[in-house]
T-cell receptor, first 113, second 112 residues
């Protein structure tokens, strides 16, 4: 079946790096995503990685994909208080023309001054 | 990219009544997705709205409770019918363009 798992909470100090982890079960997934949801707001796409890539870097964000272990991580360098939010991992299964995403439960990141 | 305008942004409704949520997209899209996000939870897909055909509902969701309209390629509505306090949630519409999913700002519904 299709399943995405994340740890629910992460607390870091301002200036430290944050690493949010995600595991998924569908080996046919084509794309894997990280979305950010700030309190009272909608979801914002942070970054995504194609399944044939191992790493993607975008400013303070680094995504690592271990396809063998079906493990995805998001590293936020120099974490700021504005990074406090819920981070959702999602996968896009390669199942015909089905475009729905499979979502994790979200990791709530708290950044302490 | 896609910009989605969703309304209302929030509402407080009496139990037993119905609320219709609207989503307008700034481009034509084949599929629109309706999600529910209960407090402290992840997104649960309610249904996929296709233009010109009936919506496809996920397990646990039925058309009588969540009727959906999709009159054209830029617009969709979701109705939450005969509401109870358990329907209190955030409802989000979403589209996928290429590889990215875009979301409306959500409708925060409280049923009293």
């Amino acid at each position: 079946g299709e399943d995405v798992e994340q740890s629910l909470f992460l607390s870091v100090r301002e200036g430290d790096s944050s690493v949010i982890n995600c595991t998924y079960t569908d080996s046919s997934s084509t794309y894997l995503y990280w979305y950010k949801q700030e309190p009272g707001a909608g979801l914002q796409l942070l970054t995504y990685i194609f399944s044939n890539m191992d790493m993607k870097q975008d400013q303070r964000l680094t995504v690592l994909l271990n396809k063998k272990d079906k493990h995805l991580s998001l590293r936020i360098a120099d974490t700021q208080t504005g990074d406090s939010a819920i981070y959702f991992c999602a996968e896009k299964p390669n199942a015909g023309n089905n475009r729905k995403l499979i979502w994790g439960l979200g990791t709530s990141l708290a950044v302490n001054p | 990219s896609a910009v989605i305008s969703q309304k209302p942004s929030r509402d407080i409704c009496q139990r037993g009544t119905s609320l219709t949520i609207q989503c307008q997209v700034d481009s034509q899209v084949t599929m629109m997705f309706w999600y529910r996000q209960q407090p402290g939870q992840s997104l649960t897909l309610i249904a996929t709205a296709n233009q010109g055909s009936e919506a496809t509902y996920e397990s646990g969701f039925v058309i009588d409770k969540f009727p959906i309209s999709r009159p054209n390629l830029t617009f969709s509505t979701l109705t939450v019918s005969n509401m109870s306090p358990e329907d209190s949630s955030i409802y989000l519409c979403s589209v996928m363009t290429g590889t990215e999913a875009f979301f409306g700002q959500g409708t925060r519904l409280t049923v009293v």
